[in-house]
């Protein structure tokens, strides 16, 4: 049983940067691949970023390309988020999530855990 703590969410200015933290604990995490999912009052939970096991491949939803960027350290069990260039349109509950396997990245439905979540709210 995998248990993920999201950190680093908070209030900042459109136009500036957060750094989120997802740390893993209760299994083998460079076994997992590890995804960023956000979900807005009122709508569905989107994809954000993801990265397979080994760091090596990542993968960005269009909407957070160029200004997001995921990374992991297995020797920290964690995974982050730097978030740049934040707009008011960024704001959500951010989740990480955890699969040992998935076909596609982007699908929440592939994980099989999942942290609590933490707020980032962009103000304008």
């Known amino acids: 049983q995998v248990q993920l703590v999201e950190s680093g969410g908070g209030l900042v200015q459109a136009g500036g940067s957060l750094r989120l933290s997802c740390a893993a604990s209760g299994g083998t995490f460079s076994r997992y691949a590890m995804g960023w999912f956000r979900q807005a009052p009122g709508k569905e939970r989107e994809f954000v970023a993801a990265?397979?096991?080994?760091?090596?491949?990542?993968y960005y939803a269009d909407s957070v390309k160029g200004r997001f960027t995921i990374s992991r350290d297995n020797a920290k069990n964690t995974v982050y988020l730097e978030m740049n260039s934040l707009r008011p349109e960024d704001t959500a509950v951010y989740y990480c999530?955890?699969?040992?396997?998935?076909?596609?990245?982007?699908?929440?439905?592939?994980?099989?855990?999942w942290g609590q979540g933490t707020q980032v709210t962009v103000s304008s």
């Open positions: 990265t397979r096991w080994s760091g090596g491949s990542t």
């Open positions: 999530a955890a699969t040992e396997w998935a076909r596609r990245l982007s699908d929440y439905l592939e994980y099989i855990y």
